[in-house]
């Protein structure tokens, strides 16, 4: 059994955002370290060295929408309701508080990490094995405007498939589009759609 399995929807879904943009940043800037990477999403504590209270809540504020832009309704609703209240704090209460936010987030970001880390192996190791799944299935569409966020849901998706037993491959498939409505153009759930079902119908009589 996967220690990936329990993980709920949400969590699964917070992991592929944040794989996602692991898989961004590694294609824009080369980025090596991948840990620093996670550090600087999820630590909201490096503000600790502000003496003002201005500079706190200013810094809390870009911190915490990096790691929201990965996590759940629920952690969010919870920095709305710190956020709403550090104004009202002690220089040392206002530290106090968001050191606890930035334990809740520890707690939290465990698996999520990990699985994000998991996905962005097996897609980083089979990128170019992905890419010509994706090309050979473009006949409709012009390869060489396809763009790089497509690319990477694809191969994410693929990733997935191939290699996460524990996620059915139509999950995968409708996490792709609904993530590809979201994060790329008008035009991208369409076509992460045709490529998706086009491998998948192949992959599955290859696997019977």
């Given at each position: 059994?996967?220690?990936?399995?329990?993980?709920?929807?949400?969590?699964?879904?917070s992991?592929?955002?944040?794989?996602l943009?692991?898989?961004?940043a590694?294609e824009?800037?080369?980025?090596?370290?991948?840990?620093?990477?996670?550090?600087?999403i999820?630590?909201?504590?490096?503000?600790?060295?502000?003496?003002?209270?201005?500079?706190?809540?200013?810094?809390?504020e870009?911190?915490?929408?990096m790691?929201?832009?990965v996590?759940?309704?629920?952690?969010?609703?919870?920095?709305?309701?710190?956020k709403?209240?550090?104004?009202e704090?002690?220089?040392?209460?206002?530290i106090?508080?968001?050191?606890?936010?930035q334990?809740?987030?520890?707690?939290?970001?465990?698996n999520?990490?990990a699985?994000?880390?998991e996905?962005f192996?097996?897609?980083?190791?089979?990128?170019?094995?992905?890419?010509?799944?994706?090309?050979?299935?473009?006949?409709?569409?012009?390869?060489?405007r396809?763009?790089?966020m497509d690319?990477?849901?694809?191969?994410?998706?693929?990733?997935?498939?191939?290699?996460?037993?524990?996620?059915?491959?139509k999950?995968s498939?409708?996490?792709?589009?609904?993530?590809?409505k979201?994060?790329?153009?008008?035009?991208?759930?369409?076509?992460?759609?045709?490529?998706?079902d086009?491998f998948?119908n192949d992959?599955?009589k290859?696997?019977?």
């Open positions: 059994m996967s220690k990936f399995e329990n993980m709920n929807r949400s969590e699964k879904r992991s592929r955002l944040l794989a943009q692991l898989m961004y590694y824009i800037n080369k980025i090596r370290g991948r840990k620093s990477f996670f550090d600087a999820f630590n909201v504590s490096s503000i600790n060295g502000s003496t003002e209270k201005h500079e706190i809540l200013s810094s809390f870009i911190k915490s929408e790691a929201l832009s996590l759940p309704n629920s952690m969010y609703l919870k920095y709305e309701k710190i709403n209240t550090l104004h704090l002690e220089l040392d209460e206002m106090s508080t968001i050191n606890q936010f334990k809740d987030l520890n707690s939290y970001k465990k999520i990490q699985y994000a880390l996905i192996k097996f897609s980083h190791k089979n990128m170019e094995k992905f890419d010509k799944e994706i090309i050979s299935r473009s006949q409709n569409w012009d390869s060489t396809i763009t790089l690319k990477l849901i694809l191969r994410l998706v693929l990733a997935e498939i191939m290699f996460i037993d524990h996620v059915p491959p999950v498939i409708a996490e792709g589009i609904e993530i590809a979201t994060m790329s153009t008008e035009d991208s759930s369409a076509f992460v759609n045709g490529i998706l086009s998948f992959w599955s290859e696997n019977k």
